[in-house]
Nanobody
Framework: QVLLVESGGGLVQAGGSLRLSCVASGRTFSSYTMGWFRQAPGEGGEFVAAINWSGGSTHLADSVKGRFAISRDNAKSTVYLQMNNLKPEDTAVYYC?????????????????WGQGTQVTVSS
């Protein structure tokens, strides 16, 4: 069992930055592929970014490439999402997810554990 707790969300003006963190419980964090997804009001979930166990392989959604970056610190059991040049359309609840298999994937159904989410609001 893995417990994921996100933090770092908030209200920011367009063009601003935020860094989301997701701390995982359990002793096997370093073996998990980690992902970030988001859900805007009235919309379905959307893949944002994923990173493999070592950090050597990452995948970003086209909508955030060049603005967002995903990283991890296995010693701290934490995965990060650095979000720069935020836009109003980035407003959503952001969820951290963990996948016990090794490949970096963008499908929500392939992730085994989910956090409760953190709200990100970008004002224009």
């Amino acid at each position: 069992q893995v417990l994921l707790v996100e933090s770092g969300g908030g209200l920011v003006q367009a063009g601003g930055s935020l860094r989301l963190s997701c701390v995982a419980s359990g002793r096997t964090f370093s073996s998990y592929t980690m992902g970030w997804f988001r859900q805007a009001p009235g919309e379905g979930g959307e893949f944002v970014a994923a990173i493999n166990w070592s950090g050597g392989s990452t995948h970003l959604a086209d909508s955030v490439k060049g603005r967002f970056a995903i990283s991890r610190d296995n010693a701290k059991s934490t995965v990060y999402l650095q979000m720069n040049n935020l836009k109003p359309e980035d407003t959503a609840v952001y969820y951290c997810a963990a996948r016990s298999s090794g490949y970096v994937v963008a499908t929500a159904g392939d992730y085994d554990y989910w956090g409760q989410g953190t709200q990100v609001t970008v004002s224009s």
